[in-house]
């Protein structure tokens, strides 16, 4: 069956730091992956997503940027943390030519 | 661009009512989804609607679909407490993944 793995749970950075979540995804192949983001008693905004290993489109001009390194293994980076950055980060993935998207548990990140 | 419109954006109701929370979305789609997220959680897909006039039950939820009409309905029956959550739709999917409605705050009381 499979898995998606996403870390770390939660996380506090300061302004102006770096940040990097890591999504990994288990017991499939060619995975579509997605990085959401919900910000605090909001919906849920698409960030980026990618269909291939070195293939990203963004959704939305911002702060961060993402990258799929391996085939099943999705990164959300940011040189620079704001403080608009703050939310609940969602990682998803789903087949390929099939629309239910499957996420993992999610990272509360705090920038203060 | 697809728009996802979710009403109403918050409920609150009592134990053993029934309700129906709609959702409507802009552009024509046969893929309708509904997931749940409980506070401070992730989502949790519910139902997966895959063509017009599908419908899908799960104890006392119970999904719709109509294409034509752009509209899914999720209907609660006899509420429980246990069913409070968030419940979100969302339509699309594929490579471009999925746009979600608001989300639909739901409070069940005894």
């Known amino acids: 069956s499979q898995t998606i793995h996403q870390w770390p749970a939660t996380l506090v950075q300061p302004v102006g730091s770096p940040l990097s979540l890591e999504c990994t995804v288990e017991?499939?192949?060619?995975?579509?992956l997605y990085w959401y983001r919900q910000a605090a008693g909001r919906g849920l905004q698409l960030l980026f997503y990618?269909?291939?290993?070195?293939?990203i489109s963004s959704e939305v001009p911002q702060n961060l940027s993402a990258s799929r390194p391996q085939d099943r293994q999705f990164i959300l980076s940011s040189k620079k943390l704001l403080l608009s950055d703050s939310g609940f980060y969602l990682c998803?993935?789903?087949?390929?030519?099939?629309?239910?998207?499957?996420f993992g548990q999610g990272t509360r990140l705090t920038v203060v | 661009e697809l728009k996802v419109e979710q009403n109403p954006l918050f409920l609150s109701m009592q134990e053993g009512k029934n309700y129906t929370i709609y959702c409507n979305y802009s552009?024509?789609?046969?893929?309708l989804y509904w997931y749940r997220q409980d506070p401070g959680k992730s989502l949790e897909s519910l139902f997966v609607?895959?063509?017009?006039?599908a419908v899908k039950q799960e104890g006392r939820l119970m999904a719709s679909l109509d294409t034509k009409a752009r509209l899914s309905t999720l209907h609660i029956t006899a509420a429980v407490h246990d069913l409070s959550a968030t419940y979100f739709c969302?339509?699309?999917?594929?490579?471009?993944?999925?746009?979600f409605g608001k989300g639909t705050h739901l409070i069940i009381q005894p």
């Open positions: 017991g499939t192949s060619n995975p579509n």
């Open positions: 969302g339509s699309g999917g594929g490579a471009d993944g999925l746009t």
């Open positions: 552009t024509t789609s046969d893929r």
């Open positions: 609607l895959l063509s017009n006039g």
């Open positions: 990618s269909v291939g290993i070195g293939q």
């Open positions: 998803a993935w789903s087949g390929i030519g099939a629309g239910e998207a499957f």
